[in-house]
């Protein structure tokens, strides 16, 4: 392909053939001949002035031509467009290398022809504009001429606008040359672009880049072009490989992170976030990870509380929940067995150590410490276990045994010839995860001596 050849360094002949350049004005003078021999009934009734000898002609470095409208400005906007049509084909025949144009002139012809038109309405400001292209008005044509004609059997009129604008081989060249620079810089940007797939920080640079590669798509029209399609998917694709990954969590708060294979990747875009019992209090995007806040006080203790997490990038939706348990830090006990009651040591009436072992249950799984356990009866002073420091975890029932020395009224303390034997008091308790400090109170608490 021809341009294939301009990426590849292929020496470039520049040059103006003159009769290929003027062959639509030939074909042009020819038609305006037969049509005139057909229009006997047909008459000029205005014009702009006198005929010029130029009108329907060939002039070199110039290029003429005739606009036809039911207005004058219809044939005027008609015979602009015909020159930037000419310049066109003038660049195209003279971009290309002799071994090509001579091989295969009709198929680079208009390769090349749709290509620079291409090139033309896609440069911008920032590269120079086009000459006699992106600049084609009237206040650069050398001369003008345009008549009225009135056909005399239907009485409907047409306008024709000649035109003589001024094209030399310099402009020629000029356009030709910036077509290839123009040309080399679109390839360049390509191989970045298609290069950088696997580079991409952002996932708004995903999105920038396809957005690049659709402008080359339809620029180029060789190889490059297949190239840049290529491009577009595999951009595409990276959408359809991005998970939401948790980093760290506490009941209330998530953080999660986008990951695009084994690395992480960034968005500024803000994610949907619902819950179906959370209140959602806060988003927060940050460079590394983004954070939700949310207020849990009206969920109930569900295993499928979650947070949904929901993004679209490009076509794609990425969707992710995040599971919470409202329990998570939670701590709760509370003894269903009876306390059992041992005596270590004695001395008459009076019981000088006590073992006591008791059973409490954990509704939840999560750790927590017993640091004090009091026992009391009526009408005798509480018996009381300090600074235990014992901690347990996990859901169920979990043992503890204390050795208290205090003095104990055997009487007032035995459960024998008791019918129902009753104590109350207290459990000082915390959460190993929170540091809360909780109470469990015992009241009307079965217990057995062995005294």
């Given amino acids: 392909m021809l341009l294939s050849a301009l990426t590849q360094g292929a020496e470039l002949t520049v040059f103006f053939n003159p009769n290929t350049f003027y062959m639509k004005n030939i074909l042009f003078v020819f038609f305006v001949f037969s049509l005139l021999a057909c229009m006997g009934q047909s008459r000029v009734v205005d014009q702009s002035g006198r005929k010029p000898s130029w009108v329907n002609g060939l002039e070199k470095d110039y290029i003429i031509v005739a606009g036809t409208g039911n207005t004058a400005q219809d044939a005027q ?8 049509e000419n310049i066109v084909n003038a660049v195209a025949q003279n971009v290309q290398t002799t071994a090509e144009f001579s091989s295969r002139e009709e198929s680079i012809n208009n390769s090349v022809s749709s290509y620079f038109q291409s090139f033309a309405t896609t440069t911008t400001a920032a590269s120079g504009p086009v000459p006699y292209l992106q600049g084609v ?3 650069k044509v050398d001369d003008y001429y345009w008549e009225k004609i009135e056909n005399r059997s239907t009485g409907s009129t047409t306008f024709n606008y000649h035109i003589k604008y001024p094209f030399p081989d310099f402009e020629l060249q000029k356009l030709a040359m910036q077509f290839r620079m123009r040309d080399r810089e679109m390839s360049e940007q390509l191989d970045e672009l298609y290069n950088g797939v696997d580079e991409v920080s952002s996932l708004e640079d995903v999105a920038q880049s396809i957005e690049e590669l659709r402008v080359l798509a339809d620029y180029f029209v060789d190889a490059r072009k297949d190239r840049a399609q290529m491009a577009i998917s595999r951009y595409r694709g990276i959408y359809e490989n991005i998970d939401l990954v948790e980093i760290e969590s506490s009941l209330g708060e998530l953080k999660y992170a986008v990951r695009l294979g084994d690395r992480f990747i960034h968005t500024t875009q803000r994610p949907r976030v619902s819950s179906d019992c959370a209140r959602i209090t806060g988003t927060s995007v940050e460079q590394e990870y983004v954070q939700i806040n949310y207020d849990y006080q009206n969920c109930w203790e569900d295993p499928e509380n979650h947070i949904l997490v929901h993004y679209r990038f490009g076509n794609t939706n990425v969707r992710e929940q995040f599971y919470f348990d409202i329990t998570r830090e939670k701590v709760s006990i ?3 067995d009876p306390i059992h ?11 000088e150590t006590v073992r006591i072992n008791l059973t409490v249950v954990s509704r939840y799984e999560f750790p927590f410490t017993i640091d004090r356990v009091v026992l009391q009866w009526p009408g005798h002073p509480p018996v009381s276990a300090e600074n235990i420091g014992e901690s347990f975890s996990g859901e169920g029932n979990h043992s503890i045994s204390l050795e208290v020395s205090q003095p104990m009224d055997l009487e007032k303390t035995t459960s024998s010839n008791r019918r129902v034997s009753m104590l109350s008091g207290y459990i000082n308790y915390r959460s190993d995860v929170t540091g809360e400090t909780k109470t469990y109170r015992m009241h009307n608490q079965a ?3 062995d005294w």
């Fill in 77 to 84: 906007k008609n015979a602009l467009n015909m020159i930037r």
């Fill in 137 to 139: 008005t009237l206040s």
């Fill in 334 to 336: 509370f003894v269903n």
């Fill in 341 to 351: 009651l041992s005596q270590v040591s004695q001395k008459d009436d009076m019981i």
């Fill in 447 to 449: 217990y057995t001596t």
